[in-house]
């Protein structure tokens, strides 16, 4: 694209659908761009002109059909052509959402999703926590944690958003532990106020300053047919998933991956990957 003459943001957005339906579907009709954008026939058949020209031979019409079809040498212009793709979109759906792609990937297919209930707090609440990360100062609030039986007041340094797969929490240093933690933003009582004091910096936070390697492979009690394809299934490189991160979220990835220190001793059929460096983040007082 980095020769190509610069395309408007909405013509983009229409060209990316029609890249998108040849994918997902296989097929494209002016139709599938008038009822997504609400635009004309002809300006519909002028943007399917248009993704010819610059993606020649992804697709040709058919008379029969009457539609246009995903050629076979068919090669992504806009988007990877991957089912992560695909399957990213369709996380994304909401009945109220009004995105075009969102939309296509789930009229693409019959999908169900199952989540966890989305935690609500004020958005009031996230301003003033941005401002406060922004501007480098202080807040405070009362906050109900599941340690003591009543809110109590904390005064906090917030340094970033997190999200840690299943909920939102607030990195910051508090005044009151006198060290950082983690802050449910959907446990703060009321909405934060921001104080004229300057933060403590994030340089402060050693558990978020330092990577670690964390490693997840097979388990080795499975058969190495049963190995290969959990390999597979986690996009394993040489038998392993490695991902690097921040020592404070590491617990939250190890219980998101629903892997720790015990692994090896649950039978395999149960527990079919385990944590390869136990020992590692054992020394860095990251497991339970």
């Not at 229409?14 to 040849?22: C, D, G, T």
């Not at 058919?62 to 992560?84: E, I, M, V």
């Not at 609440?125 to 406060?132: C, E, H, K, S």
């Not at 609030?141 to 917030?158: A, F, G, I, K, N």
Request: proline share 6%; charged share 25%; aromatic share 8%.
């Amino acid at each position: 694209m980095s020769n190509d003459k610069p395309l408007r943001w909405e013509v983009r957005q229409r060209l990316i659908l029609i890249e998108a339906r040849l994918i997902w579907s296989g097929w494209l009709t002016t139709q599938d761009l008038r009822g997504a954008f609400g635009i004309s026939r002809s300006q519909a058949s002028k943007d399917i002109a248009l993704y010819e020209s610059l993606a020649p031979g992804n697709l040709h019409y058919d008379l029969r059909a009457r539609c246009y079809q995903a050629s076979r040498a068919f090669r992504p212009r806009f988007l990877h052509g991957t089912s992560r793709e695909f399957l990213r979109a369709l996380r994304l759906f909401d009945p109220e959402s009004d995105h075009p792609l969102v939309t296509l990937a789930a009229e693409t297919a019959a999908v169900e999703l199952l989540e966890m209930p989305e935690r609500e707090f004020d958005v009031l609440t996230l301003q003033r926590v941005n401002t406060a990360i922004r501007e480098g100062l202080q807040i405070e609030v009362d906050y109900q944690s599941m340690r003591v039986p009543e809110p109590r007041p904390l005064r906090l340094s917030p340094t970033a958003l997190v999200h840690t797969g299943l909920r939102w929490h607030l990195r910051a240093h508090s005044a009151s532990h006198g060290r950082f933690i983690d802050v449910l933003l959907s446990r703060m009582r009321g909405v934060p106020v921001v104080l004229d004091d300057p933060a403590v910096g994030v340089d402060e936070d050693w558990e978020w300053k330092t990577i670690v390697p964390v490693r997840i492979g097979a388990h080795p009690g499975l058969s190495g047919y049963q190995q290969a394809v959990i390999e597979t299934d986690y996009n394993m490189q040489g038998g392993v998933l490695e991902r690097r991160l921040r020592v404070a979220l590491v617990p939250y990835y190890l219980r998101l991956m629903n892997v720790g220190r015990d692994d090896r001793q649950r039978p395999p059929e149960q527990q079919q990957i385990i944590l390869l460096n136990p020992e590692e983040l054992s020394d860095l007082d990251r497991l339970a």
